[in-house]
């Protein structure tokens, strides 16, 4: 196409709702939370591999004797959508972001496996129940997805530069972000006692403990340069020991034990001949120990 040389009739959307085209043999319900698939055809949202979330459905749509976009299917992808978690939550965990179970259910990261996000907690309703704003997960679809997984190559659509002109080529944007947001640290749950640690990418963990002593692992970093840092948020009591995969110190240490409310470690990860290794570079008031 070439420049404009006159004035153009404008055409647009809020965006508030939109239509997609339906995967052939799917049922959608009405208020589903809903994906596209790595075709760009609707799919009621699952913990799946590869889906990105678009919105929730307004109504009820059949396409399971039909074809690939036979039928469409309007979805909202603004504002404030009340949902199931799979797990039980508190006021504590408002801002934290959910990720999808089913295409009725979300849950905090520690309790999903593929990371499907799909948005943040606004407002706590009770135990398992919260208003979720879905907006972020809409306007960061393919940035969650850099997010969730700090090795994987992703599609790219969340930058998409069309021009071969001046602009930064699409591969080129892709890996930046891929970078970007693999090493910078984001909050993330505690996964609980005896659970592994966030090892794939850059993480700040608030740890909780009860009246007894609890555990956690932490495994060989994915990539140089993460950094992770833990911190005992809620002292129940009990000690939180971290066992990790191999020594952080020249001294040989890999126990790590958080005594006291405020006890803080970030470690960084390294290379060490041909192997990815956390090393210790803040200790304030842990004990370190080789077991």
Same mark, same amino acid.
């Given at each position: ?135 972020? /997960? ?5 940035? $969650? %997805? ?5 090795? !994987? +190559?992703? =599609? #790219? ?46 993480? /700040? ?5 009860? $009246? %007894? ?5 932490? !495994? +060989?970093? =994915? #990539? ?10 809620v002292d129940g009591g009990g000690d939180c020991v971290v066992t990790v995969a191999s020594a952080i110190n020249q001294a040989g240490n890999n126990t790590i034990t958080l005594g006291d409310a405020g006890d803080t470690v ?26």
């Amino acid at each position: 196409m070439t420049a404009l040389a006159a004035d153009k009739r404008l055409e647009y959307t809020e965006g508030v709702e939109l239509a997609f085209p339906i995967d052939d043999g799917d049922v959608i319900y009405g208020g589903a939370f809903v994906c596209v698939n790595a075709a760009g055809y609707a799919v009621p949202g699952s913990d799946t591999a590869g889906l990105i979330f678009q919105g929730v459905s307004i109504h009820h749509v059949d396409n399971s004797l039909g074809q690939d976009g036979d039928e469409y299917v309007v979805l909202r992808r603004r504002g404030l959508i009340k949902a199931t978690l799979g797990s039980t939550i508190t006021q504590a965990n408002v801002g934290d972001s959910v990720f999808l179970v089913d295409d009725q259910t979300v849950d905090l990261v520690a309790n999903v496996t593929h990371d499907i996000f799909c948005g943040v907690i606004a407002g706590f309703i009770g135990a398992n129940q919260a208003w979720i704003d879905i907006e972020p /997960a809409i306007r960061q679809a393919d940035v $969650a %997805t850099h997010i969730a997984d700090a090795s !994987a +190559a992703h =599609a #790219a659509s969340a930058i998409s530069v069309a021009d071969a002109g001046e602009f930064t080529a699409e591969t080129t944007a892709e890996g930046a972000l891929q970078e970007l947001y693999g090493k910078t640290p984001l909050p993330v749950a505690d996964p609980g006692n005896g659970q592994a640690l966030p090892a794939n990418r850059s993480a /700040a963990v608030s740890l909780t403990t009860g $009246a %007894t002593g609890q555990t956690r692992t932490l !495994a +060989a970093p =994915a #990539a140089a340069g993460l950094i992770l840092t833990l911190c005992l948020g809620v002292d129940g009591g009990g000690d939180c020991v971290v066992t990790v995969a191999s020594a952080i110190n020249q001294a040989g240490n890999n126990t790590i034990t958080l005594g006291d409310a405020g006890d803080t470690v970030v470690l960084t990860s390294v290379v060490i001949g041909a192997a990815k290794a956390w090393r210790l570079v803040v200790n304030d008031g842990c004990s370190l120990t080789t077991v």
